[in-house]
């Protein structure tokens, strides 16, 4: 089964198509279809993972803060239970 990933872009929730084959995870997927250029935001993270002592925590808040500035509040991968809603 193919995998989904929803998101919720600047108040428009949306579903695109996820292969592990074409993107590192559903952040880089979810930017690409609204043509959002990660280059610098890639860099940045992996300095953050390469000098932070707090190691994966910083890296997911800098994540976190950094998608809600760019317009997403919400990116998951599709559930079998929310196809059904």
């Known amino acids: 089964m193919a995998r989904q990933v929803i998101y919720t872009f600047k108040g428009k ?17 979810a930017a690409e279809a609204e043509g959002i250029d990660l280059t610098n935001f890639l860099a940045m993270e992996q300095q953050i993972a390469m000098t932070s002592k707090k190691g994966a925590k910083a890296e997911k808040d800098y994540r976190k ?8 509040s919400s990116i998951k991968f599709v559930r079998d239970d929310d196809e059904q809603s």
């Open 13 to 29: 929730t949306k579903t695109i198509a996820f292969s592990y084959d074409i993107h590192h995870d559903l952040y880089e997927a």
């Open 65 to 72: 803060t950094e998608f809600a500035r760019f317009g997403f």
